[in-house]
Structures are given as C-alpha cells and as structure tokens.
Nanobody, 124 residues
Framework: QLLESGGGLVQPGGSLRLSCAASGITLEHYNIGWFRQAPGKEREGISCISRAGTSTLYADSVKGRFTISRDDAKNTMYLQMNGLKPEDTAVYYC???????????????????WGRGTQVTVPS
C-alpha cells in the first residue's frame, strides 16, 4: 500500500512537500516516482528516481522547481515542490515499478503499484 500526504491549497510561488509512505512493499528494491493528473488531462510522469537514488528524471515542466527523494530506511519517498504555479494543480500520485531493472523513463504505464493520490491546488 502507498499512502500520499502533504497536498493542499497553496498560493502561487509557494511550496509543498509531498510524502508517500509504503507498507507491504520494500521501496529500496524498486524505481519509484511521482505522477499527476489534472482534470480532463492524462496522467503524466513528473519525476522518478531509481533504486538507490542514483538517477532521477524530471518532466520539463517541473525541472528546477521540484525535487524527488527517497528514504529507504523509512520506506518513504518525497516530492519537494517549490515555485508552484496554477498549472501545477492536479491530483498527485506516487507509484512503484515492480520490475527490477534500470530506470529508463518516467511513464505511467511502466508503474504497477499506485497510491490513491493527494490534491494540490494552486489558484490563479
């Protein structure tokens, strides 16, 4: 089970830190990532991190503003979001790729276990 937390309403330019706590699965074995889905849009990968944190990927839209991290000792992943914009408004999901392989992309179809999501709202 993956459980996201930390979403909410934040003014433009503000920051939020999302957390994703895992139970029943050991994150350290897997590539993990954050995804989001805005109303009327497809789910998109915004940031993924490989096992051991040796590699990260970011969508162009969040590069330089968002930072993904993992704490395998706590079985938790994080997404630090700074400089939030109205276009960042979406439901944010964490996910795990249960195929033990090098991380090559951050596409939703590659990820198998999903949390229920947390809403992030940035008003215009």
């Amino acid at each position: 089970q993956l459980l996201e937390s930390g979403g909410g309403l934040v003014q433009p330019g503000g920051s939020l830190r999302l957390s994703c706590a895992a139970s029943g699965i050991t994150l350290e074995h897997y590539n993990i990532g954050w995804f989001r889905q805005a109303p009327g849009k497809e789910r998109e990968g915004i940031s993924c991190i490989s096992r051991a944190g040796t590699s990260t990927l970011y969508a162009d839209s969040v590069k330089g503003r968002f930072t993904i991290s993992r704490d395998d000792a706590k079985n938790t992943m994080y997404l630090q979001m700074n400089g939030l914009k109205p276009e960042d408004t979406a439901v944010y999901y964490c996910a795990v790729d249960n195929l033990v392989a090098p991380m090559t992309s951050c596409q939703p179809y590659e990820y198998d276990y999903w949390g229920r999501g947390t809403q992030v709202t940035v008003p215009s």
